[in-house]
């Protein structure tokens, strides 16, 4: 990174950012018991669950792991599985 | 052409900065600076002043609107006192980090607790590591002629960093004083509008402070001190170019006043400094060989301009309207850390003095002074700061 007065850079630089590796516990989602609501993707801070193929997908290169997805879904279709060394 | 008013010395400042003609005046109101920002709020509302006049409801956010409207290019202004600077402080320092030259009146006020609204340093004192230029003015003169320096400061390309005057509360703000104001072309011809190298232009979008990990923080932080230090060159042009043009100089970043054969000199910044001249004064003609470096510009450090002007001098008695607790004054520490490990050091007393807007007299001066070659007969350096005038009957 350049060292610019102020850190003015380019806009987005958050995308070069991998904030996923802060992660100690991830969200796994169950499939069958997905309903396709959308509110975890609408309640993620970190705008880390993706929509791929009709399915919901966690982007792990920005999950901080911090459950809110879990904790809001209505279906009880996330749990948040410990990271391993 | 130069007109004489007789104007409260708030009015001057206000009269100084719609000169440099700012796009966005913030405003809250906290004693003792309001006046200021009500004298800006009469001008536009008046059609004198075309700037957007943003009232705000707090301290921290109108620190946030000049860092916003900072940032979209604008040319900003504010003032505040007391816990209103403190309130600004986390803006503030971020203002410094993402380099945004907005100038800001800091109008000395003591901080609470016990409550006071009386003039001392300690508000703008606890903001000096921010990373804020500042100055401290002994005159509204003064304070009109640093405010339109100000501005051409904070924006000179190669510094970019908020500027703040720091001007004591009531006895320079509330008192009515001459005051020569500049007519406005030469005040334009002086500082052209504000060319921000950056601003925030939704077609080209920008981050502002972006995301420094450990691998370039420090360079980040180094490079704001660097942009202080070798800006003094820069900011002593300035100052320069603005005694040109008034006609009036108050000196570089110190006024050295009688320090040439001082065997004493003392170190003072803000109101009391005229105080203290008088002092002088009256001392150099009873024959004490006594002077006075009043410090301008507190940040930058000015220590190559105050270690030049105590050469030779015995003692330098440093008056400290601030203090950090469980420590020393703060200007006494920046001082002794210069001259340490100096062979020709002189001993430095920290004399903590008006705090709460205590007094500080032409004859408090004189026992400080004796005091001083007393310290000085002794050969022993005091272990610990003087509080002038503390009352131990008041101890218990």
């Keep these: 990174m350049k060292i610019t007065p102020g850190a003015v850079v380019k806009g987005g630089t958050s995308l070069d950012y991998k904030t996923g590796n802060w992660r100690d516990q991830r969200p796994v989602i169950d499939q069958e018991s997905c309903k396709k609501c959308g509110i975890c993707r609408d309640v993620c801070p970190d705008d880390a669950v993706k929509v791929k193929d009709e399915q919901y997908e966690i982007d792990s290169d920005f999950c901080k792991g911090c459950g809110i997805c879990a904790h809001e879904c209505t279906a009880d279709a996330i749990n948040m599985i410990p990271e391993e060394k | ?396």
Excluded at chain 2, 4 to 29: D, N, Q, T
Excluded at chain 2, 339 to 346: C, E, F, H, K, V
């Design chain 2, 1 to 396: 052409m130069k007109e004489v008013r007789v104007v409260e010395g708030s009015e001057a400042v206000a009269l100084a900065v719609k000169a440099c003609r700012p796009h966005v005046v913030s405003a809250f109101p906290i004693s003792p600076q309001t006046h200021i920002v009500e004298s800006l709020a009469r001008m536009v509302a008046d059609g004198e002043l075309s700037a957007e006049y943003i009232r705000t409801e707090s301290e921290f956010s109108a620190a946030s609107v000049l860092a916003g409207a900072s940032a979209a290019g604008s040319r900003s202004y504010t003032a505040s006192s007391s816990q209103g600077l403190l309130l600004m402080t986390e803006v503030l320092y971020a203002s410094a980090g993402m380099r945004l030259p907005f100038v800001i009146t800091g109008v000395n006020r003591s901080i609470s607790a016990p409550i006071n609204i009386q003039v001392d340093h300690q508000d703008t004192m606890s903001l000096r590591d921010a990373g804020l230029i500042q100055f401290y003015v002994e005159s509204s003169q003064e304070a009109y002629d640093i405010h339109l320096a100000a501005f051409k400061i904070a924006e000179d390309p190669a510094i970019m960093l908020p500027v703040m005057v720091c001007m004591d509360g009531w006895v320079l703000t509330h008192s009515y004083e001459r005051v020569e104001l500049l007519d406005q072309e030469t005040v334009d011809q002086f500082l052209p509008g504000f060319q921000p190298q950056n601003y925030l232009d939704p077609a080209d979008p920008k981050t502002w402070g972006s995301y420094a990990e450990a691998d370039v923080l420090m360079e980040f932080k180094y490079a704001i001190h660097q942009a202080m230090t070798a800006g003094k060159p820069r900011i002593r042009e300035i100052l320069a170019e603005v005694a040109t043009i008034t006609g009036r100089d108050h000196g570089g970043l110190i006024e050295a006043y009688r320090t040439d054969d001082a065997d004493v000199v003392l170190v003072a910044m803000g109101s009391v400094v005229g105080t203290i001249k008088d002092a002088v004064d009256a001392l150099r003609h009873g024959g004490k060989k006594v002077g006075l470096i009043k410090i301008r510009c507190y940040r930058p450090f000015p220590h190559t301009e105050i270690l030049e002007a105590v050469r030779g001098t015995r003692v330098v008695a440093v008056m400290d309207a601030n203090f950090s607790m469980g420590s020393e004054g703060a200007v006494g520490l920046d001082l002794k850390a210069k001259l340490y490990g100096r062979p020709d050091a002189p001993i430095v007393i920290d004399y903590i003095a008006g705090l709460g807007g205590r007094e500080i007299n032409i004859n408090t001066i004189g026992k400080l002074v004796e005091r001083a070659e007393e310290v000085y007969r002794s050969g022993r350096i005091l272990p610990e700061p003087e509080w002038v005038d503390l009352n131990p009957a008041l101890l218990g």
